[in-house]
Structure formats: C-alpha cells, structure tokens
C-alpha cells in the first residue's frame, strides 16, 4: 500500500514537471520584474514630462500585455461571431483605452516596490502564474499576481490578479454583460471603448 | 436601532431570496443575467449609486477638505480598533487560538494606551493587525456564499457576507457595552454607523469613480469584482490548494492574427 502510495505519488510529480517544462518559471518572474522596474524607474521616476510618460508608459503596456490574446478572452464567445473588422476595431479600441486608465492610475505605485515571491503553476498550457505583493500606504500588502505566458524565449504578461480579482475575467463578465444589453451588440461595446480612450 | 434594524434586514433578504439561491447558478464566470434577482439588484445598484453620488460622496467630499490625513488616520484606527474583539473571537472559531490572543491583546493595549485605539501602539510591539470576521470564519466551515446581492445603502453583498455582518455588528463592543440605556444605545450605534460610512466612503470614492468612469457596464464590473475578491478564503476541506486563480485560459483560438 505504502509503496503504492509512492509510486503514484512520484508518477504525479513527473506528471506535473512534464506539464510545466514548457513554462520556464524562473524567466518569466525575470521578466515581470524587469517589467515592473522600468515601469518605477523610466517612467514614475524619470524626470521627464508627462507627454513624454505617457508614450514610453504606453510602448511598455504594449510590448509586455499581449493585447490580442487579452482581447480574445475577454470579449469570449462574441469573439467568434464577430467579424474580422469588428476584431481589429475591439482589439485597438481595448487597447487604447487600458493605455490611457492605466497611464493615469500609474503614479500611485510611486515609491512602492513590488516584492516577488516565487510562481505558482497554471492549469492553461504554456503559463505560468508569478506572485508578488506590493505595500500599501497603510495596512497589508496587496496582493498582486502576473499570468504570464511563454512562447519560446518570448514573455507577455496575459493577466493581472489584484486581491484575487482578474483583471481579464472581470472585463469578460462586464462586456457581456454589456453586449447582451447593447442594441447594436459589439459595435456599440467598440464605440463605448472608443469614446473612453479619447477623453 | 439601525443596527437592529441591518441585522433583521439581513435575516429577511437571506431567507427571501433563498429558494432563488437554491436555482441559481451562482458561479462568477458565466454570464447568465437573466434572472429576477439581477432585476432587483440592477435597480438597487442604480439607486445606491444614485445615493453615493448625491449625499455620502459630498459628505465625504467634506470630511475630506476639512480633515488631515493624520486626524483620518486617527478616526480609522479608532474603528478598526473597535473590531478587534470580533477578530478575536472569530479566530477562536476558526481555531486559531494564537491570533486570537494577539487580537485581544492588541484591543487592551490600543483601547488603553493607544487612546481608545487612535493609536497603533502594539503594532510596535509586535502585535500586527490581522482582521478576520464572521464571514471568514463561515467560510472556513465550508459554508457556500450564495449569489450575489445589492442591499440597499450597503451595497454588493451576498446571503453569507449579509449575516456575517449583521453578527459583526452585534459583537462590536459598542453594540453590547450601551445596551442597558435604549436612547444612548441608539443615538450611539446611529450616529457611529453613519460616521463610518463616510469614513470608508473618503477611503474609495476615488476609486470607485475612476471604475465608474471607465467601465461600460459598473454594475457588471463591481458584481465580477466583488465576487472575485471573495473567493479563495479557504475552507478546512480544501486540503493544500493552490490559492492563485485557477479559470481556463485556453480558450480554443484557431486563428491568431495580430492586430
């Protein structure tokens, strides 16, 4: 029985490590924190102006989300039924419009350091989930963990879990909630995220 | 009074809305909106919304420009401190009998030398705030949350997270310590919960209203929010969980186009 036990216990662990060899966990917490510490050094830090801010804040939003991937997940089954241009116009208008609330929101993590602890694996092939924790001006930390995703020596964050709440899951529920109500269905959603991201 | 009357309030919703509960498929992924409840919440969402931007938010608005974040942070500390003999007794429940002790040792020396809790005293002695309630310790004893539902002035709410703190309000040393006098007891509870509505209101209106801004459907958001913030508190049966988010990201894309 005992040996029986162990057998399948190491059976698992092979299981797992077979699972997670495509992800390497080590790199990818690399990558989130050299993510999170241009974003605190080049950019809250940087004595430049605010345009200036804005743009490099929005190259690193771009180059380190995998914005399409994001997308897809979030407008969920819409996205099969939507047309090639309906995606692109959803995919841009999503885009523009998490570049400018997270540009503006940006500041607030002046003088916080993220501390990293470490990565959990994920059930989604390919990724992996990093975990940190930032100080907040009074009581606990917040608790703050990256999902990243790995394809071949190239890292892009696909989620952020703030207190247990998913960025990605959160806009999926709020956009078909959305499209559901909306006469116009998807086109409308754009419009919406378009007008946002201008003002 | 009003305490009383949360707590009765409470009780009702959660056994009115029970065999709703019993039929609904409460998981926070799907998107089913079509039921009576969202109905009702839908409304009293808009109503307190409504109520947030028109009274509390001004008030708060004002309690702000006329107070230092030094007296804030006094305020605050004064009713956090009020609640630790509940986090005290709730980890009794959930049988930690350590954190237990640090709650109540941390409500002696604050309630004393901390000035009625305004001061953070045992912290510096070690004694680190760690809050729990009942609706942590519900959730330890595996007891399901329900669904999701908006209570008028309170806000996002479930059937669990309703009675947790109706029993929260009960067990504030407040509540039982002015028990004896009915018009001290009521003038007391009335105005300390209206106090620290504004107090929690200054704390997130900023916030919430860069949410409100930015969101196409605010309901949608806070409801997948709130729901998503209550998950994983752990529950004895779990065993070693993984508490990271555990969805499926693979959501069978054929195409990849870049765009």
New interface residues.
């Given amino acids: 029985m005992k040996k029986y036990i162990i057998t399948t216990f190491c059976a698992l662990l092979l299981n797992i490590s077979a699972a997670q060899a495509a992800v390497d966990a080590a790199k990818a917490q690399q990558f989130v924190e050299n993510v999170t510490r241009d974003g605190i050094e080049n950019i809250i830090n940087a004595n430049v102006s605010q345009k200036e801010k804005d743009e490099r804040f929005a190259k690193l939003f771009n180059s380190a989300l995998d914005m399409?991937f994001i997308?897809?997940?979030v407008l969920?089954r819409y996205?099969r039924t939507a047309t090639?241009a309906q995606?692109?116009a959803f995919?841009?208008a999503y885009r523009e419009?998490n570049v400018k609330?997270w540009s503006k929101?940006f500041d607030e993590f002046k003088g916080r350091d993220f501390k990293f602890l470490g990565t959990?694996p994920?059930?989604?092939?390919n990724?992996v989930?990093v975990?940190s924790e930032v100080p907040m001006p009074?009581?606990?930390p917040a608790k703050v963990?990256w999902?990243v995703k790995q394809d071949g020596n190239n890292f892009k964050i696909?989620?952020i879990?703030i207190?247990?709440?998913?960025l990605?899951?959160?806009a999926?529920?709020?956009?078909?909630?959305?499209i559901?109500?909306a006469p116009n269905g998807v086109d409308d959603?754009i419009k919406?995220?378009q007008q946002?991201a201008g003002k | 009074m009003f305490r009383r009357w949360l707590g009765g309030l409470a009780l009702a919703i959660s056994v009115s809305i029970a065999p709703v509960w019993a039929n609904e498929n409460h998981d926070v992924y799907s998107d089913d909106s079509e039921s009576a409840l969202e109905t009702y919440n839908r409304a009293m969402f808009d109503f307190n919304t409504g109520f947030n931007h028109y009274v509390l938010m001004p008030v708060a608005e004002f309690y702000r420009d006329v107070t230092s974040p030094f007296v804030r942070r006094r305020l605050r500390n004064l009713f956090d401190n009020l609640q630790e003999p509940v986090s005290a007794g709730n980890y009794l429940l959930q049988a930690e009998p350590k954190q237990s002790g640090v709650s109540l040792s941390r409500f002696v020396i604050n309630s004393t030398l901390g000035l009625l809790g305004m001061f953070d005293v045992a912290d510096a002695w070690g004694l680190k705030q760690e809050q729990t309630n009942f609706d942590d310790t519900f959730a330890k004893w595996c007891i399901p949350d329900g669904p999701f539902i908006v209570l008028p002035f309170i806000g996002p709410s479930t059937p669990r997270a309703a009675t947790s703190m109706a029993l929260g309000f009960v067990m504030d040393p407040v509540y039982w310590s002015t028990t004896n006098d009915a018009n001290v007891h009521d003038k007391v509870t009335y105005g300390l919960a209206a106090v620290y509505a504004v107090v929690i209101m200054e704390e997130n209106m900023d916030l919430l209203n860069d949410l409100e801004k930015n969101s196409v459907d605010f309901y949608a958001t806070m409801k997948a929010a709130y729901m998503q913030n209550r998950k994983n508190k752990g529950c004895f049966n779990d065993g070693a969980q993984s508490s990271a988010a555990s969805y499926d990201f693979d959501f069978g894309i054929d195409e990849t186009t870049d765009y």
């Fill in positions: 399409n997308g897809q997940f969920g996205w090639p995606r692109e995919i841009k419009m609330t929101r959990t994920s059930n989604s092939a990724q989930f975990n009074e009581g606990q963990v999902r696909v989620d879990i207190e247990n709440v998913s990605a899951i959160t999926r529920n709020e956009y078909s909630a959305y559901k109500k959603l919406d995220l946002k």
